[in-house]
C-alpha cells in the first residue's frame, strides 16, 4: 500500500499569501496518477489537479500542482477567502487507492 | 449535467448491514468506473471500492468480505453495501466518478451512515 503523507498538518495564512501543501509518497507514483482535492467543511471533495499538474475543469490558475516520483506540491498562488479549506492529495497505483491525511489551510 | 445522487442517512445497529445507492445521470453510465470513499467524522478520506457499471469490482483490503458493490445498467445506480456494521463505520459513504482522468471529477452528495446501539 501506498501511504501519502502531507504536511504541513494545519497552515496559518492570511489572505493573499502563498501557500505550499506537501505530499510525499511512500513508493515512486507516477505523475499521471495523482490528484488534489479541496473540501470546505460540510461540502463534498472538488477535485483540483489531476495528472500532478493539470488543472481541472473550472479551477483558477492561482492553484498549480508540480512534483513527481514521491514529492508532489500544490501552491496557491495568492490564497482567497474561498480558498481556506482541507486539502488532499490522492494516487492512483495500484490498490488499495490512497488519500493523505489532509492539510487544513486556515485564516492566520 | 453530469448528477449522483446517493439514498439519504441510515442509522443502524451493531452488525447490521446498509446498502446506499448511488444513481447517476447526465453522461452514458457505463462508460466509467464508479468508486465508493468514506469519511469518518472529522477525518480524512478513505478509499473503499471500484465497480465498473458494467461488472466487475475490486474492494480494499480492509474490508474484504464486508462490501459488495453492484450495479444496475437498467437504472443507472451503482450499490454499495457494508455489513458486519460497527461503530468504527460510522461514516459519510460518498460515490465518486473517475472519467478518462486519474481524478474523481463527479462526487456524489454523501450519504451518512450512523452505527448505535
Known amino acids: 500500500e501506498i501511504v501519502l503523507t502531507q504536511s504541513p498538518g494545519t497552515l496559518s495564512l492570511s489572505p493573499g499569501d502563498r501557500a505550499t501543501l506537501s505530499c510525499r509518497a511512500s513508493q515512486n507514483v507516477s505523475s499521471s496518477y495523482l490528484a488534489w482535492y479541496q473540501q470546505k467543511p460540510g461540502q463534498t471533495p472538488r477535485l483540483l489537479i489531476y495528472g500532478a499538474s493539470n488543472r481541472a475543469t473550472g479551477i483558477p490558475d492561482r492553484f498549480n500542482g508540480g512534483g513527481s516520483g514521491t514529492d508532489f506540491t500544490l501552491t496557491i498562488s495568492r490564497l482567497e477567502p474561498d480558498d481556506f479549506a482541507v486539502y488532499y492529495c490522492?494516487?492512483?497505483?495500484?490498490?488499495?487507492?490512497?488519500f493523505g491525511g489532509g492539510t487544513k489551510v486556515e485564516i492566520k | 449535467q453530469v448528477q449522483l445522487v446517493q439514498s439519504g442517512a441510515e442509522v443502524k445497529k451493531p452488525g447490521a448491514s446498509v446498502k446506499v445507492s448511488c444513481k447517476a445521470s447526465?453522461?452514458?453510465?457505463?462508460?466509467?468506473?464508479m468508486h465508493w470513499v468514506r469519511q469518518a467524522p472529522g477525518q480524512g478520506l478513505e478509499w473503499m471500492g471500484i465497480i465498473h457499471p458494467s461488472g466487475g469490482s475490486t474492494n480494499a483490503q480492509k474490508f474484504q468480505g464486508r462490501v459488495t458493490l453492484t450495479s444496475d445498467t437498467s437504472t443507472s445506480t451503482v450499490y454499495m453495501e457494508l455489513s458486519s456494521l460497527r461503530s468504527e463505520d460510522t461514516a459519510i459513504y460518498y460515490c465518486a466518478r473517475r472519467s478518462s482522468i486519474y481524478g474523481f471529477d463527479y462526487w456524489g452528495q454523501g450519504a451518512l451512515v450512523t452505527v448505535s446501539s
Open positions: 490522492q494516487q492512483f497505483v495500484g490498490s488499495p487507492l490512497t
Open positions: 447526465g453522461y452514458t453510465f457505463t462508460t466509467y468506473y
